[in-house]
């Protein structure tokens, strides 16, 4: 079965750059299916922050989309997620998944990324 | 403000139907599939309503949906204490180009 794995720095450094993989077992990444990340802020609700496609076609959150970016390493079956100029407010849990029907399933465990000093 | 609106909360008795509700517009599930997931406290969310109201290998028939011009529902019938949880539906904003999510409703099974 699919799995996924989100992996990180779990503390980042206000400006700097938040980076995170995510390695999928059970599953060629270079299949059908589209592959996505979602944050969730500690106490909140879920913030849709972009999907792609293997081929490299990306979507990102308008709010985000200046600072996002997402690829994909077909060799390695894993796809990435960089963010710029990190700020408090993007403190979250970060969770990578599979896509399809504009549905994500399933979902990684996730992994809590802290921005501060 | 989510593009996507839900009801903070909802409760109902064990054994007893609960629905929550998810209001957007033609941009978003007047036109896109809607997904519905469950977050149990302290795990990552769950798929239980892919398609409207296709329901993914495993998910128990007391789980349905459903959706209505631009709106979509989200049925639990045969409430347990197990499905207390934080429930969140999405789609895609054809608008936007990106997904959206409802800003989540709590269910309290009384």
């Known amino acids: 079965q699919v799995q996924l794995q989100e992996s990180g720095p779990g503390l980042v450094k206000p400006s700097e750059t938040l980076s995170l993989t995510c390695s999928v077992s059970?599953?060629?990444?270079?299949?059908?299916?589209?592959w996505g990340w979602i944050r969730q802020p500690p106490g909140k609700g879920l913030e849709w922050i972009g999907r792609?496609?293997?081929?490299?076609?990306?979507y990102y959150n308008p709010s985000l989309r200046s600072r996002v970016t997402m690829s994909v390493d077909t060799s390695k079956n894993k796809f990435s997620l960089k963010l710029t100029s990190v700020t408090a407010a993007d403190t979250a849990v970060y969770y990578c998944?599979?896509?399809?029907?504009?549905?994500?399933?399933?979902w990684g465990q996730g992994t809590l990324v802290t921005v501060s000093s | 403000q989510s593009v996507l609106t839900q009801p903070p909360s909802v409760s109902a008795a064990p054994g007893q139907k609960v629905t929550i509700s998810c209001s957007g517009s033609?941009?978003?599930?007047?036109?896109?599939?809607v997904s519905w997931y469950q977050q149990l406290p302290g795990t990552a969310p769950k798929l239980l309503i892919y398609g409207d109201n296709k329901r993914p290998s495993g998910i128990p028939d007391r789980f349905s949906g459903s959706k209505s011009g631009t709106s979509a529902t989200l049925g639990i019938t045969g409430l347990q204490t197990g499905d207390e949880a934080d429930y969140y539906c999405?789609?895609?904003?054809?608008?936007?180009?990106?997904?959206?999510f409802g800003g989540g409703t709590k269910l309290t099974v009384l």
């Open positions: 998944s599979r896509g399809f029907y504009q549905a994500f399933d399933p």
């Open positions: 792609m496609y293997h081929s490299g076609t990306a």
């Open positions: 033609s941009s978003n599930i007047g036109n896109n599939y």
């Open positions: 059970g599953y060629s990444i270079s299949s059908d299916y589209f």
């Open positions: 999405g789609t895609w904003d054809t608008s936007l180009s990106a997904g959206v």
